[in-house]
């Protein structure tokens, strides 16, 4: 079924590429067909949610990804991922690409790392019951959701310590706690809940039911440890949360819409080079009028540096950027892959971001568990 649908996408005399852009839960079968017969592919983030006897398999994720990636390393083709931190203009361009610089040039380690990406998403109590769109009902949420973006963007500045430790091995270890659908009359105000008949608990016993749907917000902590030795090397946190401010103002969803329920981001990264260096972004939506779909970005880049040690930096700068589209990085992705030069969101790139996914939704399961990364 899967190769009539892809074969129909195209003519046979012509070459064929596939952009996989369905729901999480069918990426691995439309990928999985394009690796088996050496398709070039594109799949939307995150790569894939395994789902088995139709709830959400977290465990599975690397097993899966191992195996596509050797076959895709057998078939030749080249498949990439869509998302958005691969070629963002302030996330790569300005952030990592300084944070690599003054870590190769100066031998000196990412030692802490905090990261909030707030996804201002309002969904109502009963659309998460019937969303087919982000659905929850599955026992995924955020962390396969837009979450993904951002946990590939800590993996890439996490992975800037090995141009210091080439050899030595780390452990990553997380520890998560969430909120789901069945917590959300407590946390939204009543009389604003009212406004949308949303102001009674959907689910009132539903004590049994608290992990049934996919999490809307994760909080989580992390330590990077080194294998020989347990020394620590870098602390810090990750947190993806929906329940942050919205735009939204509208009882039903609208058809007409790209952004149906509301969402307006803001993240909030920063990075340290111990006592050296640090970098902290603040990049956030700005609404233009009253088009839920006119939406831009504005981005302000503050440094601190021991510039009486680093005679070239300055104790503090602080740039500004306006204007921004999220969608400016994806265009450039996808130019790349269409004319066949795109390196730097491969499949094979996203093993460890996967493996980072795999470990936070499953750390879920027992809030406060401490779920380990063995390789990082």
Request: proline content about 5%.
């Amino acid at each position: 079924m899967i190769g009539a649908a892809v074969r129909q996408l195209g003519l046979p005399e012509l070459p064929m590429k596939v952009y996989i852009a369905t729901e999480v839960q069918a990426h691995e079968a439309y990928l999985r067909h394009c690796v088996e017969n050496g398709i070039d592919s594109l799949v939307e983030k995150p790569v894939l949610a395994p789902l088995v006897d139709g709830r959400f398999a977290p465990s599975r994720i690397t097993e899966v990804m191992q195996d596509l990636i050797a076959q895709a390393d057998r078939t030749g083709a080249k498949h990439s991922v869509m998302t958005l931190s691969r070629y963002h203009r302030i996330y790569n361009g300005e952030v990592i690409r300084s944070l690599e610089e003054r870590v190769r040039d100066w031998q000196a380690p990412v030692t802490s790392l905090h990261l909030r990406a707030a996804g201002g998403v309002w969904n109502l109590q009963r659309e998460y019951e019937s969303r087919d769109d982000h659905p929850y009902r599955h026992g995924y949420g955020m962390m396969m959701h837009g979450a993904y973006h951002y946990v590939d963007l800590a993996v890439q500045c996490l992975s800037l310590n090995k141009l210091v430790f080439p050899h030595r091995r780390f452990r990553l270890e997380v520890s998560s706690f969430g909120a789901f659908p069945a917590d959300q009359h407590l946390r939204i105000p009543n009389p604003t809940a009212r406004r949308f008949k949303d102001g009674q608990p959907r689910w009132p016993h539903a004590e049994n039911l608290a992990h049934s749907f996919g999490e809307t917000d994760i909080t989580a902590t992390f330590r990077l440890v080194d294998v020989a030795s347990e020394r620590t090397l870098t602390v810090g946190t990750l947190s993806f949360e929906q329940t942050t401010p919205s735009i939204r103002n509208w009882q039903d969803l609208p058809d007409d819409v790209y952004n149906k329920n509301g969402r307006t981001s803001s993240v909030d990264l920063e990075a340290q080079l111990s006592t050296l260096y640090s970098t902290h972004v603040h990049c956030y939506d700005v609404p233009r009028g009253q088009n839920t779909d006119r939406i831009d970005a504005f981005a302000r880049l503050t440094t601190r540096a021991n510039a009486a040690l680093l005679r070239q930096e300055t104790y503090t700068s602080v740039k500004t950027f306006d204007g921004l589209f999220h969608s400016d990085s994806n265009r450039e992705l996808m130019e790349n892959w269409l004319r066949g030069t795109e390196s730097r969101s491969t499949l094979s790139a996203h093993l460890l971001p996967m493996k980072v996914t795999e470990a936070l939704a499953s750390s879920l399961g027992t809030p406060g568990r401490t779920v380990e990364i063995a390789e990082f």
